[in-house]
């Protein structure tokens, strides 16, 4: 029997989120379950709990780019610096629920493509150009998408993941919630295998 | 050859410093390195980077209890969450330093019991009498460690140390150097463990 959906609350501008996705779609599939993304700004859930943003403190700051090259090298990726690492994701998050809604295959695509333009070709994902080519290279009609972004519902059903988000303890990105249980961080991915294997633990 | 030392930046009452000391022990062991600990106050670095402290926000500050109890589980560690866990340690600090110039060895017993009256037993570390019958335990002299600890010279070794850890970046609790390269929580021992296998990735 499948297990419920995996939750993963995240930021697109988050290197870890980008980090766990695929690790996390492996292990679901072992244990027949499916993960459910749900972009978002981490900076909006940050400021319901006032917390620092992840970048304060230049010694916190430099580590963190880093450890983020260092990770992805660790994980096997491709990685180049993004040129500012403090974008705002909204019009990327709208987009991916705009998507999904028509095609969550396609979402899911359009997902990863915006995680690699971000982290391996150092694109400004905080432009509605750059949103809307990725969109198009995919077959996405990018005038249509990038009308809808604009629309009140797009836009009112992001907030209310934001909060939705903060109600269920989100603090950072990732953030993913298995039959409950919390996990933040691409370095609990050993828990979450053990968690899925075990039943909890 | 042996390798240079690993150097552990930590503060007694982080539970991923209690966590990652024994593994990281191991690592150093099956490449002939050792591990040398410098206890400090988290706060105190914190504050030079004006860094809230890690249990600020209440979301934060429930998934931090709920985690390091799961970890401590997942690292197969008897663990009790303190009854207070924002405790002072500049006096388990200075006691450390006082007997690592006697006896390395004894140190590390010393700070291996600091850890367990803390996570195991919900004893306050913070308490002269708890750490001077933790190091009664070991047939060190009480009363001469006590009376140390408020030495102008103890205490100025502690703030040496601050400043020092602050200078090559700390932040964070525990905070790793290995060839200088730095790794910040328990979880990067994966990596850390990827790092001595292969010099370096």
């Known amino acids: 029997m499948a297990g419920s ?12 989120a980008w980090f766990i996705t695929g690790p996390l779609d492996a292990l679901a599939a072992e244990h027949g379950r499916r993960v459910r993304w749900h972009p978002l700004m981490l900076w909006a859930v940050r400021k319901q709990f006032r917390l620092q943003p992840p970048m304060e403190g230049e010694a916190r700051r430099s ?6 090259a260092r990770s992805a090298r660790f994980f096997g990726l491709e990685y180049r610096e993004p040129p500012k690492l403090v974008v705002s994701t909204h019009l990327a998050a709208r987009a991916y629920y705009w998507i999904e809604d028509r095609d969550g295959t396609l979402a899911r695509r359009f997902g990863n493509a915006v995680f690699a333009a971000f982290f391996t070709q150092a694109r400004d994902i905080g432009e509605p150009g750059v949103i809307g080519d990725i969109a198009g290279g995919l077959g996405i009609d990018r005038d249509e998408l ?9 836009k009112q059903r992001l907030r209310d993941r934001v909060e939705e988000a903060a109600r269920r303890g989100v603090w950072g990105s ?14 609990r991915l050993p828990q979450i295998r053990r968690w899925l294997e075990e039943g909890g633990f």
């Open 5 to 16: 959906d995996i939750d993963l609350y995240f930021d697109f501008a988050s290197p870890y």
């Open 63 to 68: 580590y963190l780019l880093r450890d983020a």
């Open 146 to 154: 990038l009308t809808a972004t604009k629309s009140p519902g797009l």
């Open 174 to 187: 990732p953030f993913v919630f298995i039959d409950g249980e919390p996990f933040f961080g691409a370095d």
